[in-house]
């Protein structure tokens, strides 16, 4: 028999070991992985390090902090259009983000976070969170920074609480938006970011290269909490100028019954035709609505959106509203008996809250609305208030309103008269607190009896557009007018100002400073002045189309408070708050500032509507008052709550004077004349 020495191998069997090295491979490596998994199920399960498998490793501080871990991340930017030489005036779109996680052992409610952006951030868009202040996006941001609280996640509860549960105990922001001023590249990092919620104290952050900051905010052992606020579930109730509630009635399936209640806690905050925004989070709509009305009802909306696919065999033309952002007013006082829209208890007032040492029963003002709700929240527990809050008035302070906050049930009385109450279903909070406006409503003018010229209100003391006045100076001082010119509309009042500057000697500028632009005008004018006292008269312009019901208006004193003796027109009350403010209101019959009307004659200016009365003071407590050097005059003027533009300047009386000076001076030249020659001869 032959043999060969070398062995051929069939090319079957080559295959077949191809494939079993294969098969092998693959159940390593798929045993690697499970390995790996096991290993993080038991990491999960006892050991240290949290089962966070191929996740990268918290930072230390985070591990360390019994707290609020806080961090911000800058993740890029690119240019946006146009292009610009300039760096300075370069936009750049960014992204990054904020994140908010409980480390601690209680319950975080009702987070919220300040972020100190600081090169001239436009913010488009904050995902996970709401502006505090209720501001819509865009929002400028990069001059003050901004504060931001939580949208659907409002509260951050512990990891006792939760096992540790990420989606429980993190809340996530998510930046886009732009910026102005840095080079390539610049990395935009905010100030400083910190956790705003009280009891609660943050050091200065830190940075870790160039686009990480983080800081731990652990609590304040100096805060103290009451005993029930710490045993509730629920955040207290806050104090503001305005506190919004919105409770919850009744609840279904599909809708529930609401009920908003607004109350001045202001003593000189006030709303005249107030109206009321807000922005709905799920696609909500209003089908009814008690006490109150929405100034458009439109069904297309509903129709041809969201709920139309929801609700498909509704009638939505019986609906009362389908935006997403309602304005919703008061209703006039015929509606008050109305059986659909009235019979409410503190509805129906045309818009009026007043503060409560004018008229306690109408600082209060109400409504109720049955409100739909769509899938997936159609169930009875399923409940969410809508956002981005905000209320304000024609001539009225301006209120920034901050976010929904959940607090107790709102407990009611039984309407039977029986000793008993009944609880909300669900109650939220909303605070609104009065801000200085950026451009006043109203403006104060000053005058004398000891001096001729009237000190008129600042030059566009509620705002000029330069575009709109192309004939005089929006930076111009105002021109001293005689009396006479406060009774006539700015517009007919160059000819007398530039006549009185010609008989006064005044310089007259080439163009002319523009006029104050407000709707309405006071005049303090101090008329007398004597050994146990003074008086000044307070006169009330109102230059525009709508009259004022129930006016008011307070003055700051700050060495008269204690001397004022009587005001003879209107009613005066001296206030324990704020400090040494008077305030004055119509009497009963002439609490009516009518609005400005045509003439008798038509050739002759409108004439504005006008109160007027005349104010004592006694001299007992501040006996050395000088009133020519402006101790006379207020130092803050409101007018139904809104803060007046004041004059830069006092009426010094030397136009007055000008003319005795001179003959004292021709006196003295005189007299010194025959002296010196006398002693000659």
Known sequence: METSSSMKIPWSFLFLLFLGVFAARVEVSYGQK???LGAGAGASGGGDDGGNGDKPSPPPEQEDCDGIFLTYTFISREKEYPRKKNVSAQAWAFTSEASILNAGTETLKAWKMYVGFQNREILVSADGAVLVDGSDFPASVGKNGTYLSGDQQTDLKNSVDTAGDIEQIQAKIAFKGTQFG??????????TIRLVNDGYKCPAPRIRGKTNMFVCCVPDPKFKVKKDDKDSKFLPRQNGDLSITYDVLDSYSNNYMAQVTIDNLHPLGRLDHWNLTWEWQKNEFIQTMRGAYTHKKDMSECLYGPAGKAYKDMDFSKVMNCEKKPTITDLPP???DDEKVGKLPKCCRNGTILPTIMNETQSQAQFQLQVFKLPPDDNRTALTPPQKWSIYGPVNPNYVCGPPIRVAPTLFPDPSGLQSTTAAVASWQVVCNITKPKVP???VSFSSYFSESIVPCNTCACGCKEDENPNCDPRAKAMLLPAEALLVPFANRTQKAKAWAKIKHFDIPKKLPCGDNCGVSLNWHIDSDYQSGWTARLTLFNWGKEPFQDWFTAVEMNKAFLDYENV????????AKPKNTILFQGLKGLNYLIEMRNATNPKDPRVPGKQQSVISFKKHHYHGINIKAGEGFPSIVLFNGEECSLPKRFPNGSD?????????????AIASFVFMTDRFH
């Open 182 to 191: 840095l080079p390539a590249k610049a990395v935009p990092m905010p100030k």
């Open 656 to 668: 007055h004077q000008a003319s005795s000076n001179v003959l004292l001076i021709l006196f003295v």
């Open 568 to 575: 003879y027109s209107f009613n005066g009350t001296r206030m």
């Open 334 to 336: 015929t509606m008050k």
């Open 441 to 443: 409503r109203c403006c």
């Open 34 to 36: 499970a390995a790996k």
